[in-house]
């Protein structure tokens, strides 16, 4: 039990987030300049609307919008019929223009929810709005040849569509946070609008957190944590903020409102500046853009493009395969997965008519053996060569008898490394199960004349010696021999 764990009998944390997510489209958010800048040379994804120059003008990018709304409608929001720009008011070096973008009383989506925990154990926690505005630029921080200091601004991300969404305070510990962020990445995954990964910079989580006394319904003072680029660093923010909140209230002082940053190095929050007062950035309607008008029937054509979402793909593998929760929950990870699965699922069938269990079959492959495969490979699953219809080939291949499991293995690495078709290597590397009983009794002889010790101590008792005795048969049958044949033979000829 972790000490934020024991606080958590004295305390209970209020948690809400505030997650950031760049979306994947081709173009900036208000101009026309490319929007994969990653990786590129400072400042060459650039004009003069991102630059924040005087006298242009942006225009709103549709695709964005399009992602954004996609978003609210999988989080379940509501989408109203009017939405707005706004100008954020506020000076900073990463912000040519002293203001930003953004979206402030009439965002695009409201009051949606996502759920969290094991299945048969869901709770909600509520979303409070999905709006969209503009990434700043970024600042990198240097030290001179005499010690000075100085930040050089590089504009290439200044402009790029930001989504912004901000949950409720509903989150009650560092694993519902987690957890919270996990799933928000799987949707915004599914429905292919960012590639949502925290240690590249285009998800990114702030998180506001305060106690109170297990028991009560006041709020404490709020706490927002910032610096964090991955889900271990903000479940450990929380954690050590939650220690460090309480240890103040166990003192009888006060929590200062604040914005704290997380140190990874030093695996603590330090202070970075007090908000006791609100920030006043003088929200006004964006001049130069319009007011949005989303009819009911956009609205209807960007929920009908959306994908099956992993709840609902994995409550059907369940209920259509017949699978365990913690199988479905593992093949409805990624979309990427769950389509790769569903194909073998369809090719097993159609080389296997009539028969019971086939889904489950190509789970236990994919679960067990491709995934260690492709694990060892480390390679994602769009490179790997073995092809959906290759494994459900391989199934059939087990399922129908003609190759044992233990030949299949070997079969498998073979096809992950080639491509090549299951059945041409097994007929290649001659692994055709043998399932003559004549042969197989020819090979158990041998064995058991090879093999006394174990012949004695299986007829001492000693029963568990068989599992040896079947072993030294697959091994002098190559792994070709069907295991309970094997068996029953064994069972057979120690008993005469």
Known sequence: MTAATKTLVRYEPIIGLEVHVQLQTRSKMFCACPNDYAGAEP??????????????????????????????LALNCTIPPYAKFDRKNYPYPDLMKGYQISQYDAPLCINGWLEIGEPGQERRVGITRVHLEEDTATLKHETGPHGETYSLVDVNRSGAPLMEIVGEPDLRSPEEARQYLMKLRQILRYIGVSR???????????????????????????????????????????????????????????????????????????????????????????????????????????????????????????????????????????????????????????ALPGRDGVAKAVANWVLGDFVRLQNAANVELDAVKVTPQGLAELVALVETGQITGKAAKSVLEQAFATGRSPAAIMREAGLTSISDATAIEEAVRRVLAANEKAVADYRRGKTNAIQALVGQVMKETRGRARPDVVRETLERLLAE
Not at 297 to 315: C, G, N, Q, T, W
């Open 43 to 72: 400042n060459t994804h650039v004009c003069p609307v991102c630059m924040g120059m005087p006298g242009v003008l942006p225009v709103i990018n549709r695709r964005a919008v399009d992602f954004t709304i996609m978003t609210g």
């Open 196 to 350: 949502a990964n925290m240690e590249e910079g285009n998800l990114r989580c702030d998180a506001n957190i305060s106690l109170r006394p297990l028991g009560s319904t006041t709020f404490g003072s709020k706490v927002e944590i910032k610096n964090m680029n991955s889900f271990r660093a903000v479940y450990r923010a929380l954690e050590y903020e939650i220690e460090r909140q309480a240890a103040l209230l166990d003192r009888g002082e006060r929590v200062a409102r604040e914005t704290r940053g997380w140190v990874e190095s030093e695996g603590r929050t330090v202070s970075q500046r007090s908000k006791e007062e609100a920030n006043d950035y003088r929200y006004f309607p964006e001049p130069d853009l319009p007011p949005l008008a989303i009819s009911r029937e956009r609205v209807k054509a960007l929920r009908a493009a959306l994908p099956e979402l992993p709840d609902a793909r994995r409550r059907r593998f369940i209920a259509e395969y017949d699978l365990p929760p913690y199988d479905a929950a593992l093949l409805t990870d990624s979309r990427e997965r769950a389509d790769w699965f569903e194909q073998a699922v369809t090719a097993a069938k159609a």
